[in-house]
């Protein structure tokens, strides 16, 4: 897949478009998007200039919260959506278990994070 990915921090000329293969899909209720349309937002180049106290987990890092596309593949435990689905990304996300995320307020869940900065 080819991606805009951030390989050191340093601002936006540390941004590069690099070939990598697709990452898996790690959790049942994960799904796969190919994404047609993204955007470089302003969440993208503060990652690039560095956030004091957050670091990617590793680089090259693909930056991009703001998507969309279609739907490639899906977890086991995917009901909402198909192969095939054209869909817009919702770049947060939670544990999927804890109280917050059960009564759907998932931004107060203790592993909130975002595509793009955390993920």
């Known amino acids: 897949m080819r991606a805009l ?3 050191a921090i340093g601002g936006p000329e540390k941004l590069a478009l690099l ?3 697709p990452p898996p899909i790690r959790h049942p209720g994960e799904a796969r998007i190919g994404i047609r349309a993204v955007a470089l937002n302003r969440l993208d180049l503060l990652v690039a200039a560095g956030i004091p ?3 990617p987990p590793a680089f090259p890092h693909v930056v991009g919260c703001d998507g969309a596309g279609v ?3 899906v977890g086991a435990a995917v009901t909402h959506l198909a192969v095939g689905d054209r869909v817009v990304l919702n770049p947060g996300w939670g544990c999927g278990e804890c109280d ?4 759907g307020d998932d931004v107060f ?8 900065e955390h993920r």
């Open 5 to 7: 990915c951030l390989t």
């Open 19 to 21: 070939e990598l293969p």
């Open 53 to 55: 106290g957050v670091s």
């Open 71 to 73: 739907v490639l593949e």
């Open 100 to 103: 917050a995320c059960s009564t």
């Open 109 to 116: 869940c203790r592993s909130f994070g975002v595509q793009g």
